[in-house]
């Protein structure tokens, strides 16, 4: 299947590592120039090298904090003119409510409401004048299905999805479409970070943290990065500019309401 993304323009955020990274990865096997970014040089360095080493698109990479004005700053000089903008940042740890403390609070919503919103305001206008725009947010399954634990990563990203639905119905006019990944136990870094965190509070092993991982999905399996990945760059696609304002839940069928 073609994608109709050959020599298209693609932003991903925090892709030197784990969804990111198989985000970036899946728009370059179909001939996008990705800009690859992150915190940690080396992560970018290592990614581009990789990315670049399979061919396809083109990969250039930006060590940068997209959650401060400065590092927004430098990826919209790097990429000024994206045609694929890829939202994502890192959740916070789990915590209960109780243990939060005030600074928490717009530390979260920084990283995973404003930041996405701020890249966007810069970029759509010249999405709109080329008419063509895809914008993919990596949320959470948090934002539909919240846990006690998680409430610092159900809020902000909970508040991007209804701003960002707001906005995919203003623009969708325009050929530019806004739509999320809510994904659920893909086998990256961070489930092992969240399995080495459960087993210390519920005193387990680690191996039972990750039984207990996999037995929490529906499919009896962890997801592939490269599922994930591959459902991002569909998205970004000519062939999804009907679909927008949505919510695509990525958790092996475990998402247990009916909307």
């Known amino acids: 299947m073609d994608l109709g993304l ?4 693609a932003m ?3 892709s030197s590592r784990g969804l990111g990274r198989a985000c970036a990865a899946a728009l370059a096997a179909e001939g996008v120039d990705v800009l690859v970014t992150g915190r940690t040089p080396a992560d970018v360095e290592r990614t581009v090298a990789e990315i670049n080493a399979r061919g396809g698109g083109r ?3 930006l060590a940068c904090d997209v959650t401060t004005a ?3 700053a430098a990826l919209l000089r790097a990429l000024p003119a994206a045609d ?3 939202n994502n940042s890192a959740g916070p740890a789990p915590r209960a409510f109780l243990d939060t403390e005030e600074a928490d609070w717009p530390a979260a919503a920084e990283r995973n409401m404003t930041a996405p ?3 966007t305001k810069a970029l ?3 999405m709109i004048a080329r008419r063509f725009g895809r914008i993919v947010n990596i949320t959470s399954a948090m934002v539909t299905t919240p846990r006690a634990l998680m409430s610092l990563s159900a809020a902000p990203r909970a508040g991007l ?3 960002m639905k707001a906005i995919s119905l203003d623009v969708a006019r325009h050929n530019v479409t806004i739509n999320n990944l809510l994904p659920e136990r893909i086998d990256t870094d961070r489930q092992i970070f969240m399995a080495e965190a459960a087993a210390r509070r519920e005193a387990i092993s680690f191996e039972e943290a990750r039984a207990r991982q996999v037995e929490s999905i529906a499919a009896r399996r962890l997801g592939r990065p490269e599922e994930f990945g591959a459902a991002c760059a569909f998205l970004c696609s000519a062939l999804a500019g009907f679909i927008s304002g949505q919510n695509l839940h990525l958790d092996g069928g475990s998402y247990p309401a009916l909307v």
């Open 6 to 9: 050959q020599g298209r323009t």
């Open 12 to 14: 991903v955020c925090g």
């Open 59 to 61: 990969a250039s990479g």
């Open 70 to 72: 400065e590092g927004r």
């Open 84 to 86: 694929i903008l890829v």
């Open 117 to 119: 919103l701020l890249l």
């Open 124 to 126: 759509l206008p010249g």
């Open 161 to 163: 999805t209804a701003a």
